[in-house]
């Protein structure tokens, strides 16, 4: 009963501080901003007589979440730190495993909120603006409920960062770097994992004779372990956001299923390294 | 200026985030060189040295921004600022002293690029376009790395908040960012398609003219505003298709004047509290 009580004291806490906080607002406001640009760029197509497509527009804040949200969560958790908050918590009583999980369903559903930021003007001046979605809305649904997973995972990742070191401005550089890497090391296994395992027969001309080229397997295939270790790592919290984007109207359970997964996991490590931390 | 440039070297020595971003600069630049080089003779593929000698151009502001910030950020954090300016040290000669200190990181960890790169080297043979291509593509990233260091001064020196860490990383993201929207825009192709594939087969229609093809005065805008930003020349020297060198090179020496000089103005007027 206590601790139910503890961790509901410092959930409200936490809400407050960020309804108040700067960085917050900001991870909201450039979201916004991207998904007017993104309406903007995409309403151009539209001018001039052709189809403008609202679709892949709408997914982009999947890969763009976790860039905003590693920012925004060393600087929220940081604060903690930084001004002493995180002493005085554990001071007046509360279990360090109600501190830390505290912290990471204020990050969370700050992240969702961030990518709520960028849904919102996306659905309602991006319908009227470019006509309505054309994929179905159960699959829209699940998109968007597979990405805030993702988002959470990802949330979950830089909480654990940011609460296990003390150094707000390393902290900022190891996750907006994580950020970065997880981007870029999405796009790359992206583009080796579609790679076509036979390059197909080909007809082509040559000193005026049609010449055809068989069938041949393609070098750049990736398969075995190779592949095995590649599709696990594509399944990353970030790296997902490209298979999100990627596989959006038939987005598979093992996505979600492996957001939950990291949650778990870094939750699990996270609170049990905390509880030993030395907090100065 | 000698004893604040001897001082921040000093600390630059020690710094973690310095060794750290310059090790990984090395390792990236040899390892992805091997794995590459590597992967294309296996599959018996013809590779050449330059393919992907420049590959590692795109992220080094990425590991100018981390070193910058840090460095920058413990000088606030530490007081040592404060210290420079009350042992009576001009506000001009430590914020010089800084972008120089800044810029000397960044040219070290170009250099950990040119020289992991050299891996490649005894597999594949040297560059097959000469020495003279390659040192040009060097100076240019020499060039926009000193606009990269400029920028990411001026931002740490001047943000000194807690976000000021944050706001350099993220600088560098927006660069490319911008940069990869001017380079989408400009890589439209001026005629469309005049093939269409259907269930018959392949058939030829007439060249028409791409909507989405920007000409004319505004083309030059974009090609000169994509060569301002730093992260614009990184993807043509990634590429190895840099349009235009002299105003590349001219643009950057332009940045790297306007934000020092803007720089060293604001901190004149900056509160150290």
């Known amino acids: 009963m206590r601790a139910k009580l503890s961790v509901n004291l410092l959930l409200r806490a936490n809400f407050s501080r960020l309804w108040r906080s700067a960085s917050f607002w900001v991870s909201v406001a450039v979201m916004s901003a991207i998904s007017v640009f993104e309406l903007a760029v995409g309403y151009q197509p539209r001018l001039q007589g052709g189809a403008g497509i609202l679709d892949n527009r709408y997914m982009i804040f999947a890969l763009l979440s976790g860039v905003v949200l590693s920012a925004f969560c060393s600087l929220f958790t940081g604060s903690e730190y930084s001004d002493g908050t995180m002493r005085n918590k554990v001071a007046v009583g509360h279990s360090r495993t109600a501190v830390y999980l505290s912290n990471l369903a204020v990050c969370a559903a700050a992240g969702v909120l961030a990518c709520c930021g960028y849904i ?12 309505p979605f054309t994929m179905s809305v159960s699959s829209l649904l699940w998109f968007t409920l597979c990405a805030f997973i993702m988002t959470a995972a990802m949330c979950a990742i830089f909480t654990m960062i940011a609460m296990l070191n003390q150094n707000k401005a390393v902290v900022a550089v190891i996750c907006i770097f994580l950020a970065y890497f997880l981007l870029f090391l999405g796009i790359y296994l992206n583009t080796r994992l579609t790679e076509q395992a036979v390059i197909p027969a080909r007809e082509y001309i ?9 069938a041949m397997p393609n070098p750049s295939y990736v398969q075995g372990v190779k592949r095995t270790v590649f599709e696990i790592l594509y399944g990353l919290p970030g790296c ?23 949650i778990a996991v870094s939750t699990t490590a996270g609170a049990a390294l905390f509880r030993r931390k030395d907090l100065k | 200026m000698t004893n604040l440039l001897r001082a921040n070297f000093f600390r630059m020595r020690r710094d ?25 003779i296996q599959h018996g593929l013809q590779t050449k040295l330059e393919q992907y000698y420049f590959n590692m151009a795109l992220p080094l502001g990425l590991f100018t921004a981390m070193s910058a910030a840090m460095f920058l950020n413990a000088e606030y954090s530490e007081g040592t600022i404060r210290n420079k300016l009350a042992v009576g040290h001009t506000r001009r000669e430590v914020y010089l002293a800084h972008f120089l200190t800044v810029l000397t990181a960044s040219l070290f960890f170009v250099a950990a690029w040119l020289i992991g790169g050299c891996a490649g080297i005894p597999m594949v043979g040297v560059w097959e376009c000469g020495f003279q291509v390659v040192a040009f593509y060097a100076l240019i990233a020499v060039c926009f790395t000193a606009a990269f ?11 000194s908040g807690r976000s000021a860490t944050v706001t350099v990383v993220l600088a560098w993201f927006a660069l490319l960012l911008g940069a990869s929207v001017i380079e989408n825009i400009l890589s439209e192709p001026e005629f469309a398609s005049g093939i269409i594939i259907t269930a018959e087969g392949m058939q030829t229609t007439d060249l028409g003219l791409n909507p989405h093809y920007v000409s004319g005065a505004l083309r030059t805008f974009y090609e000169f505003l994509r060569d301002v930003i730093p992260a614009g020349q990184a993807i043509q020297v990634q590429s190895m298709a840099v349009l235009d060198p002299l105003r590349a090179l001219l643009c950057d020496l332009g940045v790297t004047a306007i934000f020092t000089l803007g720089g060293l103005a604001f901190f004149e007027r900056k509160d150290l509290k």
């Open chain 1, 120 to 131: 919102l003007p996306m659905v309602i001046v991006g319908v009227p603006l470019l006509g």
């Open chain 1, 206 to 214: 040559e000193n005026g004779q049609i010449l055809v080229r068989e």
């Open chain 1, 240 to 262: 997902q956001a490209v298979q999100l984007l990627a596989t959006a109207e038939a987005c598979p359970v093992r996505l979600p299923l492996a957001s939950l997964g990291a």
């Open chain 2, 16 to 40: 973690h985030m310095f060794w750290t971003c310059f090790g990984t600069v090395l390792a990236c630049s040899t390892g992805f060189m091997i794995f590459w080089c590597r992967d294309d």
């Open chain 2, 149 to 159: 260091a400029a920028i990411f001064t001026f931002l740490g020196l001047l943000l």
